[in-house]
């Protein structure tokens, strides 16, 4: 079975520990294929790695597509954008399949035969985060509500089946491979819930194989390695793994489980990794602007709506123009872009453009939390002190007002409370004593209707 990871050189030594432990449990086997998408520079060098080197041209990805997709991705999002186009590529060279992708920060710890004689025989293989339901209801089952049903730090495809699946996933990957949970996108990843029901996949059931750091309490491991009972095969041990940092040990839920924490820690210092790690190929364009996040989805969102940026990394100036021009006059793209990615600046500045874009100018131009590079600030604002004091007063009258009438109200509750209360005594205590006179009046009916029996 052929295997293949995508990342930004910043993690290179995940690469390299994921390739070398896969060639110690297959020997005969083929290399992982390690595509990294930022070196711009062409600074990573193949010669001597464990792995095979790709470059985003060899899975279809010319220089003004990723050029394209490195400004309006951030780097999990980039490495992710390319999982598919990665997993059709090899699927073509393998002539069909079965083919796997392995996160970065994977270990082989054991044969991956029984899982490539899955997804040959299924044709799409996913890793269910959750195997069985939990004894109680816990806070994981709703996180993955947001974050996806299916893990795609693992999974395979073969045959026609695999294909179909790999362009549609591609497709959707190329524009929409954002993270923004609350708009119901998480990276690559919620796509997945989509698949059963479009191509019919098989669950990767096997519990050696749905391995993380973080679910190590809720399992059993022994030597063997084994977990749940079956050998182990591949445990995913998470990006922020830090073998320098100290913390990582309170992991460790067994000896077993601290062993192979501590052999994953020293492969990875070994594998070069370094603090702080390499910076993104993509970080800033080629004149220093730094691509801040809400930069990203405003050249997406130019992008969809079919009148795109310039190219950050090739247009000059032309990009930071485009930044600083203001299509609703005085705030800039890069402010107006600021405000739509943070819905919390949003919601305080509803109608912009409109009623509210005065406010917004003047608040961005005496915050203090957000960084404005120069070119990018709006116009120099006369505040009149008077009236400024005359706003801030008028507010915090404004919320007095609320906080009385609030107080009111809840009064005017607890008052309706109490009576309801004192209501509800009172026909309790009418209705036992209407009991009580029923109780009293049968009693004495009875008594009456025994004497005259009596006197019989």
């Known amino acids: 079975m052929l295997v293949g990871t995508a990342i930004t050189a910043s993690h290179l030594p995940w690469a390299r ?27 990573v060098d193949g010669a001597g790695e464990p792995f095979e080197l790709l470059r985003p041209a060899d899975v279809g990805i010319d220089d003004a597509e990723l ?32 083919v796997a992708f392995a996160d970065a920060d994977v270990l082989v710890c054991g044969s991956l035969d029984p899982v490539a004689e899955q997804v040959a025989r299924e044709g799409i293989v996913l890793s269910p985060h959750l195997l069985a339901p939990p004894a109680r209801p816990e806070p994981i089952e709703q996180g993955l509500l947001l974050a996806g049903s299916y893990n795609c730090g693992f999974l395979g495809v073969a045959g026609e089946a695999g294909a179909r ?38 669950n990767l ?5 749905n391995v993380t750091v973080h679910n190590l309490g809720a399992r059993v491991i022994a030597e063997g390695p084994a977990i749940d009972g079956a050998p182990l095969r591949l445990l995913h041990v998470g990006g922020d793994f830090d ?6 040990p309170r992991l460790a839920t067994s000896p077993v489980a601290a062993e192979l924490l501590e052999d994953y820690a020293r492969r990875l210092i070994a594998a070069g990794h370094v603090a702080p790690a390499a910076p993104y190929g993509f970080a800033a364009a080629s004149d220093g602007t730094v691509l801040e996040p809400w ?23 032309a990009f930071t123009e485009w930044l600083a021009d203001a299509p609703e006059p005085p705030a800039s793209r890069w402010a107006l872009a600021l405000r739509a ?15 509210d874009a005065p406010r ?34 008028e507010h915090m009258a404004a919320l007095d007002s609320a906080r009385q009438r609030a107080e009111a109200e809840a009064e005017t509750l607890r008052a309706a409370l109490a009576t309801a209360e004192g209501a509800r005594d009172a026909d309790r205590a009418a209705l036992a004593a209407l009991r009580s006179n029923r109780a009293l009046r049968a009693s004495q009916a009875g008594r009456r209707a025994l004497n005259k029996l009596l006197r019989r």
């Open 341 to 355: 990615y943070r819905r919390d600046i949003a919601a305080a500045f509803p109608a912009v453009p409109g009623a």
């Open 360 to 393: 917004f100018v003047r608040w961005l131009g005496i915050q203090e939390e957000i960084p404005i590079p120069a070119r990018f600030a709006p116009p120099e604002i006369e505040l009149d002190e008077e009236r400024a004091a005359r706003e801030v007063g």
């Open 165 to 202: 699946f790999t362009r549609w996933w591609a497709g959707h990957l190329e524009r929409d491979c954002i993270s923004d949970q609350p708009g119901g996108l998480f990276v690559s990843q919620r796509w997945l819930d989509l698949a059963p029901g479009l191509f019919g996949v098989a």
């Open 295 to 317: 930069v990203r989805r405003a050249v997406r969102a130019a992008l969809l709506d079919g009148d795109p940026a310039p190219d950050p990394f090739a247009s000059g100036a």
């Open 205 to 209: 059931a096997d519990p050696g194989t």
């Open 243 to 248: 073998p320098r940092a100290g913390a990582w």
């Open 17 to 43: 520990v994921l390739a070398a432990s896969f060639a110690e449990q297959h020997p005969d086997a083929p290399p992982v294929a390690v595509l990294v998408v930022d070196d711009v520079h062409g600074v």
């Open 67 to 98: 050029h394209r997709r490195g400004a309006m991705y951030q780097p999990m999002e980039l490495a992710g954008s390319t999982r598919a186009l990665l997993l059709a590529t090899l699927l073509e060279r393998a002539g069909g399949g079965p």
